[in-house]
């Protein structure tokens, strides 16, 4: 079955340095997203992307965070300048076209520890 | 905005026993997924069932849309059942939203 990839599976860093969290959605998916997930708590939506260009943010994505896919396969969130409240489970998602533009599969996610 | 609440927020079974977890949302919807977290952190599709009812071996999950609600159907609970159970709904477009969860935990 087509999985979404992620990575790293878990990364540590200090406050006010830069992440980068890769994503590999499923081939023929066209949607694209980013999810958090603070420990003990709600999964919540951040980002969503369609055709090169951020279709939906909620409150949460400010301007340190940020989106690209840049080649063909690969999906990124980047945050500019980490924070200790960034610490959380970050997971991407991707979905196909028509009727299957419903269907999110996500990956196993990345965390995030900010210390 | 979409409320989902799932309920109960916390459960423990004995394994092999059956359970019924439930998830309410405030509005209709055209999609409805169930995911399992399991003790890893990873999260992973049961259910695609934005109405009706699908069984994938010892799981089940019916919704209701005309009632706003989904239950989902662990028969013969095992220990790697264990972890939290999400209902998600979207709002607006392919969003979605997460209710709270069950976290559910099977004893031996």
């Known amino acids: 079955e087509p999985e979404v990839t992620q990575t790293p599976s878990h990364q540590v860093t200090q406050m006010g340095q830069e992440v980068i969290l890769r994503c590999v959605p499923i081939s023929n998916h066209l949607y694209f997203y980013w999810y958090r997930q603070i420990l003990g708590q709600k999964v919540e939506f951040l980002v969503s992307?369609?055709?090169?260009?951020?279709?939906?943010k909620s409150e949460i994505f400010d301007d340190q965070f940020s989106v690209e896919r840049p080649d063909g396969s690969n999906f990124t969130l980047k945050i500019r300048s980490t924070k200790l409240e960034d610490s959380a489970m970050y997971f991407c998602a991707s979905s196909g076209q028509g009727p299957g533009a419903n269907v999110l599969t996500f990956g196993a996610g990345s965390r995030l520890t900010v210390l | 905005g979409i409320q989902v609440e799932q309920s109960p927020p916390d459960l423990i079974l004995q394994e092999g026993a059956n359970s019924t977890l439930r998830c309410n949302f405030s509005d209709s919807v055209n999609n409805l997924q169930w995911f399992h977290q399991n003790p890893w952190g990873q999260l992973i599709n049961l259910f695609y069932i934005p109405s009706g009812t699908k069984q994938n071996g010892r799981l089940s999950a019916t919704t209701v849309a005309t009632e706003r609600y989904s239950l989902l159907y662990i028969s013969s609970s095992q220990t790697t059942d264990s972890g939290v159970y999400f209902c998600?709904?979207?709002?607006?477009?392919?969003?979605?939203?997460f209710g709270g969860g069950t976290r559910l935990m099977v004893k031996p």
């Open positions: 992307f369609y055709n090169n260009e951020i279709s939906e």
């Open positions: 998600a709904v979207p709002p607006a477009g392919n969003m979605l939203t």
